[in-house]
């Protein structure tokens, strides 16, 4: 089967980016609810939940991954029969992991007290909050999640984008409803767990109407369930590291610093997970359209498309990185006030925190794509261990400085050389030289940006919505105007030019020409 790589990217990226635009949007109103009507404590509550939970999901293992690669060319030769067989095959994994899941979440019941520091806030009851949580989290596994698999597959996450742009909006609407008349936390999650229910169905039903003649049946060979099994075994280390990496940071900090100290580190982090999740799209969009280029490519093409694909994300990146800078104080003053905002030096470290994730997140696409997990297999573990290491080591001594920071000498340390190592050696051979020269030139111009937007931003003062409005012109603006300035002559701005010419529609054209020059 062809894919049509560009034309689908587009939409994905079209219909990702409403729904992250949304997802954004929501949470930041629902968590704005939470604070006015029941309290900063909750948001605390709520983050150690979604954090132990992470580290339950471990037992996906990475089989999600593992079987969305193995798709990628039996899609490609259109071979039905063993489409059909993988599908089968994602689903008794799925039925497997979630019975896991269940049971590992009630061995750890006994040790939630032990978690938090300090009161439970409303003198809720912490056993069915987080029944409710652990119940929620299986279902996902338990109904028909193996669906979503042929859809990512043949690149159509826009149609993932749609189902839970209306499975959220029934979520939030009854939330926020909830929470302003009854106050009540618990009504807040079961609707959470409606929520699920609803797109987990509607997503099967889609994948069956769009394929109709993909059901899971038939059987594997032996060999090909044991290279299947192989992935998921250089998978579950990544899935380990990944989760301890995510988790550590809030489960740490809750035990050591407590809930409130928790919540308005969360309001930050969830700034930046917005702007994560925003960026996202180009990873989920691109990722299956990779890893058939990959198959069908050639080695300069395909290093072609990572060269421009590294342009764009650091461009995207560096530019996020500026608003934060810029904007992050003034705007947490204005949502939450004056006495839930951290001080700006620790600003700044989450800052290169969300740089240096982006990085780590950029380089683990083209892995994934790509299948190198036996080589990569033990790096997550290595750089999370030493995360959580040195968390301990100096949450007591430096506090948040100490935790933030971990995860970012972690990752510096041991991720990004890793990665690019196995990305060089086994995809682009001996480029790895040239590519480092950009990254060093892109860094540069990170700084070319951040210091004449920080610097003009830093002489408006913090005072009302029209101070901060200007604020945020500013740093659209200047730094964009600095990357096209530098980057309009580079081929890999001009393959981007190229290809979005495209992509768009003929009347936005002009746009692409306007930037060309």
Known sequence: MKIERSKNTSKNIVFGSILKIYQIVMPFIIRTVMIYQLGVGYLGLNSLFASILQILNMAELGVGNAMVYSMYKPIADDDEKKICALMRLYRLYYRIIGLIILCAGIIIVPFLPRLIKGDIPGGLNLYILYGLNLGATVLTYWLFAYKNCI???????????????FAESFKYFLQISMLVIFKNYYVFLIIAIASQIINNVVTAICAQKMFPNFRPEGKLDYKEIREINRKVKDLFTAKVGGTITSSADTV??????GLTVLAI??????VISSLMAF????????????????????????YQIFSAISLVIFWLTGWCTVCLLCLFQ????IWVGDKLVLDYSIVICICIY????????????????????????????ISSLINLVLNLMTVKWLGLYGV???????????????LLHNLFTTMYESKMKDYLKKIGLYIIVLFLGVIPAFIICAII????????AIKIIICIILPNIIYIILFRKTAEFKYICTLAEKVLPSRLNFIVRIIKG
Not at 151 to 165: E, G, M, W
Not at 265 to 270: I, S
């Open 330 to 333: 003034p705007f947490m003053k």
């Open 265 to 270: 580190y969360q309001n930050y982090y969830f």
């Open 354 to 381: 969300f740089f240096v994730y982006e990085l780590v997140k950029m380089f683990c696409m083209f892995k994934d794509a790509a299948g190198i997990w036996h080589q990569d297999r033990f790096r997550p573990l």
């Open 404 to 418: 933030v920071l971990s995860t970012v000498i972690s990752q510096v340390v041991i991720s990004i050389p890793w």
């Open 279 to 302: 960026v996202a799209v180009i990873y989920d969009s691109c990722a299956a359209g990779i890893g058939n280029s990959l198959v069908i490519e050639s080695k300069e093409k395909n």
């Open 252 to 257: 740490v900090i809750s035990a050591f610093l």
């Open 461 to 468: 003062p913090d005072k009302g919505i029209w101070l901060f």
């Open 151 to 165: 859809i990512v597959a043949h690149q159509r996450n826009d149609v993932i984008s749609k189902i839970t742009l």
